[in-house]
């Protein structure tokens, strides 16, 4: 547990995209007993999830599933999960493509993706249907109109300052309309359509971090 907190410390006092979000997740993930985070990046917010499940003192069973498109060095992390009896699991894949099995299901799910409306609407429909509790979406406040390709340092801006997004439309499945327009009309239209979830907190801070609670 100390060599955890301490990371944990250092992670919030190091500035960064998500570091003033970080006591945010501990305090959710505090509330569940299983997590899934896809968008791992830097392995920064995972710690943060990590340190909430382990603050929970239930006796369930606790577990965190990790995904990312790409691979992530996440040695460390399971060492120090698993020294605090948390099991890692983890799948480096697109998440529009993660099967999951009968009856699997997590109280959180952390999205930190591709910031376009096209693939939070479809993480939405998607993930939804397997999380329990919250579901928490990171940039919804510089990415929330326009969508990050648009923006100077976002994912595939390059395509789109080349004008050449077919290739990326093509491979992706998402048309060009979806890339450009940003998260909060997909957070919007999702909680039109599934009343069993609500608003739970918005942040407008460090790029923004968006909470829906499931309801019953």
Known sequence: MALLETKYIELCNNPCDINEHLPTLKAYAQECSSVFET????????????????????????????????????????????????????????????????????????????????????ELEKFSKITNKYIIMHDTEIDGIEGETKRSNGLYNWLYVGNNLDGLVSRTKIPKHEILKGLIPAIDEFLIANTNWIMDKQYKNNNGLTILKKVY
Do not use: M, P
């Open 39 to 122: 968008g791992v990046r830097g392995v920064v917010s995972s710690y943060a999830l990590l340190y909430g499940l382990v603050e929970n003192k239930n006796t369930t069973d606790k577990v965190i599933f990790l995904n990312d498109i790409e691979h992530c060095d996440i040695a460390d992390f399971k060492k120090i999960a698993e020294s605090n009896s948390v099991v890692v699991k983890y799948e480096w894949i697109n998440n529009l493509d993660l099967v999951f099995s009968n009856n699997e299901t997590y109280d959180l799910t952390f999205i930190d993706t591709w910031h376009v409306y096209g693939q939070l609407k479809r």
